[in-house]
């Protein structure tokens, strides 16, 4: 069980963080005060930093970068030459490139507390993640620095009333938790047809810094209540790579065919953003892959899924288009013939037989033009990643039980009647580790 070692050292880390963090202040232990001592204040005090410099003895200037604003126009008022800012921007490049400073970006100006007010440092935050800071005193050099990433677990519960993203908002979750959601349940959710009622329960780090979210770190465990049916997604380590499983370690994904045609004599055209059209003569892109074979040849659906479009249309001429899931969608092109019972709103299996090659539409012989899309974006799809969809080995499976029957009744136990995100305890089961 690599990936519950893996929580056990981020645990690890946190435990070990906050002993650091509570050992840099003293501690009074309550039941061992024999007598209250008066301490001076200042023993208590530490020095201010700000990105790590400790700045009581400076002065500091904090602004966003407006637009068309560049590094000499904002440190002109501090005493820093040209021929310094040319220095900074020349041994700054490999670092971070002063001509990119992003407009209503944050930085910061450290100066000297006297009438010259010189800048020691710039100090700049191309990202919520990471500042890079510019010194300008002594010698001129800059360093990207990454912030403290803040990891804590947390888990939601709601019933989707309106949509998911604003459930998510409604409890106090950040709504960037869509994408990973909507990743682990792709093939079991509809997330375009959320019917009233759908709820969701989740596990799963939240990243932030400074108290800010910046992202979404594991999914740990999901519950999806989608048209009365419950899914369970246990996430778990095979081969070395994290996927989703159900209660009984059935792989929540599902694959997809590597070619529609069962048989075809040669892949004629690649999809590439620039060919010559042999019918069009001219170049443009071609956004799909060409297998030629004979006229009549079958062509079947690469995955279940619904059929969106099925019918005639100029240049594509007989053409079925096939929604798999959220996440994909893939197109049939120029087929002599849409096979029978094929019309939008339709269910297909996987393998089952949508059409026949042909030549209809813009095409130049017998070929099948097949088009994929991904996320909303066409792709090539003899390049796409298709995840696996093997469940758990059989040798694997009665560990594999205890761990998804422990993560089952955590989230059997979570309340719908949440009032906002909570920290989770979801138990370890480090037990079960060898
Ligand atoms: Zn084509």
Redesign the pocket.
């Known amino acids: 069980m690599r990936r519950t070692r893996i929580w056990l050292v981020i645990t690890g880390l946190t435990i070990a963080l906050i002993s650091v963090i509570y050992l840099q202040f003293p501690q009074v232990e309550k039941d061992n005060v024999v007598a209250e001592i008066e301490i001076d204040p200042s023993f208590f005090h530490l020095p201010t930093l700000h990105y790590g410099f400790p700045i009581d003895s400076f002065e500091v200037v904090e602004g966003k970068v407006k637009w068309n604003q560049n590094l000499s126009e904002i440190l002109s008022e501090f005493n820093i030459s040209f021929q310094d800012i040319h220095t900074l921007a020349q041994n700054a490049k490999e670092v971070y490139d002063v001509r990119k400073l992003k407009a209503g970006s944050n930085y910061s100006i450290i100066l000297n507390k006297d009438s010259l007010r010189t800048a020691r440092q710039f100090i700049f935050e191309p990202s919520p993640t990471e500042f890079v800071v510019y010194n300008l005193t002594d010698t001129i050099f800059a360093k990207l620095e990454q912030k403290p990433v803040k990891v804590t677990e947390r888990m939601i519960a709601a019933e989707i009333n309106s949509s998911l993203y604003e459930s998510l908002l409604d409890q106090g979750a950040s709504p960037v938790l869509v994408h990973p959601l909507v990743d682990v349940f792709a093939w079991q959710v509809d997330f375009f047809r959320i019917a009233q009622g759908d709820k969701f329960k989740v596990i799963y780090d939240e990243q932030t810094v400074d108290g800010k979210i910046v992202g979404i770190g594991d999914i740990k465990a999901a519950y999806f209540e989608h048209w009365g049916k419950p899914y369970y997604a246990i996430p778990y380590k095979t081969n070395d790579e994290v996927d989703y499983f159900d209660e009984e370690g059935n792989s929540l994904r599902k694959t997809l065919l590597k070619s529609p045609l069962e048989y075809f004599s040669r892949i004629s ?1 690649r999809y590439s953003l620039r060919r010559f059209h042999p019918v069009q003569k001219r170049y443009k892109a ?1 956004l ?3 297998y030629a074979a004979p006229t009549g040849t079958r062509i079947r659906t690469v995955g279940d899924g619904v059929v969106l479009e099925a019918r005639y249309h100029g240049g594509n001429g007989n053409y079925v288009k096939i929604k798999h899931n959220s996440n994909y969608t893939t197109q049939y ?2 087929m002599s013939k849409i096979a029978r019972g094929i019309r939008p709103g339709v269910s297909v299996k996987q393998g089952q037989t949508i059409g026949y090659v042909g030549s209809t539409g813009l095409a130049n012989g017998p ?1 099948l ?3 994929f899309w991904k996320n909303g974006r066409q792709v090539d799809a003899l390049k796409v990643d298709i995840p696996s969809s093997s469940g758990i080995d059989e040798s694997m499976l009665s560990e594999y039980r205890s761990v998804a029957d422990s993560i089952r009744s955590v989230l059997d136990n979570i309340d719908f009647q949440l009032e906002e995100t909570r920290l989770a305890k979801i138990p370890s089961n480090e037990k079960d580790n060898p």
């Open positions: 055209s071609h799909g892959t060409d092109l120029h070929h033009c097949y088009r």
